[in-house]
């Protein structure tokens, strides 16, 4: 596992560094938002799900630094899954009541919308793995609705910020993890983005599966 980590590393930075004139638009890219060890957490969930049916899913991509692991992990780990990933490209929702921290700060309305399906598109290109993925813009009430009646997943990781939209990916994906799959959301238990802890522990309030965290992670495995 020390030569994939290694390999992810090297790659993530030469991808993020990329001058976005290859791709069409004109800023230096940025990194993903999640941490070492929470891509350390994937990757090892990754690997868990190899055969578990179904797909992988992401709703929440901002600029596809998820993605990219996520796609790079699987090559490396010879996974043949497809990805789903799923965003507005556009920005982020208004907020809730349920998302308004103690510090008064939220993610606000229009949060992230420095993005679109042609940056997501050519990094995915340029990393070998366009073919893999397949890019739904929309809102998650809207968007997810659109993908087949059957599609199942093996792997669901959630990066939304808010309440509303974690409880509807959420409620919407649980029926659809096949047994033995990952249902995961960020920033579980975040000081940040208090509505996805309160998100997350009414969904599993009831539920056969236990509710767990790691490195502000909270997952189910789908019984």
Known sequence: MNLLK??????????YTVPEVYLGIGRPLHGAQLSGPQVDFLINTLSSVR??????????????????TFCLAM???KIKKQVYAVDTFCGMPKPSCEDLPDSGTSVFEGAFRYN????????????GERKRVTL????????????????????????CDFYNSAR??????????????YLCIHDYHSRDAPGITRAFDEFVSGKPEVGE???????????
């Not at 290694?6 to 991808?15: F, N, P, Q, R, S």
């Not at 055969?51 to 992401?58: F, K, R, S, T």
């Not at 965290?213 to 019984?223: A, H, L, M, P, T």
Request: net charge positive; hydrophobic share 45%; aromatic share 10%.
């Open 6 to 15: 290694m390999a992810l590393v090297h790659a993530k930075e030469w991808l």
């Open 75 to 77: 090559t490396r780990l």
């Open 136 to 159: 739904v813009q929309g809102l998650f009430e809207d968007a997810l609705p659109q993908l087949r009646h059957e599609q199942t997943f093996s792997l669901a990781f959630i990066d």
């Open 213 to 223: 965290s790691i490195w502000n992670i909270g997952y189910i495995v789908k019984k």
């Open 51 to 68: 055969d578990v049916p179904g797909d992988v899913i992401e709703c929440g991509v901002f600029r596809g630094g998820g993605l990219l």
């Open 116 to 127: 679109s399906p042609k940056l997501i598109a050519g990094r995915l290109r340029i990393a």
């Open 168 to 181: 509807f990916c959420l409620d919407w994906l649980y029926p659809r993890m096949n047994r033995g799959g």
